[in-house]
């Protein structure tokens, strides 16, 4: 992946080759620079390679189109950002049932999936809030919840855990863990957390737009 042109192209990425299962909890580290974040956004759809492809599911998110891309984002993508991105407008039950309502769904329809994500987030009874009533951690609990609500194949997420409590930050693991295990469902997680990264089944480490280190771990916080 590279930004600009010529004498002032900038290599993000540089011939990374990187596969990733169904079902596996992959964490990715590296220095600032070092190309998580345009690794996050290739996988996303919200970047198109300058070179290479990026396929999921057998999809290859190059050859879509803006629509497709979006499309294909919100049903099968779920996004955590590091800093929320949530919609100050809406009420958390809204902000969580988003990718729901965009697909057509009723809020009606979400509620049951909504809900069962609060609770099991510890944001019961939130419902009704605004944005801007929630400390850092509930919004970051909401964000994690909307990522989740419409069961996405790929999950990818930019330190989950960054703005957590320990006992919080260990309850979105296991269910992290959980969805991998029980719905096969794949997670990417940008994260600096060591003791995060120990849940994980492999620990990428990126540097300078390369993969240094590719090492599997075996999902030790489950011990």
């Given amino acids: 992946m590279v930004y600009g042109s010529g004498e002032t192209a900038v290599h ?76 100050s407008t809406l009420s ?22 909504v809900r069962e994500l609060m609770e099991r987030l510890a944001i019961g009874g939130f419902e009704a809030r605004g944005t801007g009533e929630l400390s850092g951690g509930q919004m970051q609990r909401v964000a994690i919840a909307r990522a989740l609500v419409a069961d996405p194949v ?29 719905r096969r469902t794949t997670l990417l997680m940008m994260t600096h957390d060591a003791e995060a990264a120990a849940w994980a089944d492999r620990v990428i480490e990126l540097r300078d737009g390369a993969v240094a280190d590719d090492l599997t771990v075996g999902a030790r916080g489950r011990a």
Avoid: M, W
């Fill in 12 to 87: 993000a990425l540089r011939r990374l080759s990187l596969r990733v299962e169904r079902g596996e909890f992959v964490v990715v580290r590296g220095r600032s620079g070092s190309g998580k974040t345009t690794l996050l956004h290739l996988a996303a759809g919200l970047r198109r390679p300058t070179a290479g492809r990026v396929a999921i599911d057998g999809v290859e998110l190059q050859r879509q189109s803006e629509r497709e891309s979006a499309r294909f984002r919100r049903r099968h993508i779920g996004l955590v950002y590091q800093f929320f991105n949530l919609v």
């Fill in 154 to 182: 790929l999950v990818l997420a930019d330190e989950p855990t960054g703005n957590l409590d320990s006992g919080t930050g260990r309850a979105v693991l296991e269910l992290f863990r959980e969805l991998c295990s029980e």
């Fill in 92 to 113: 958390v039950e809204h902000n969580i049932a988003l990718p729901l309502l965009l697909d057509g769904r009723s809020i009606a329809g979400a509620r049951p999936r």
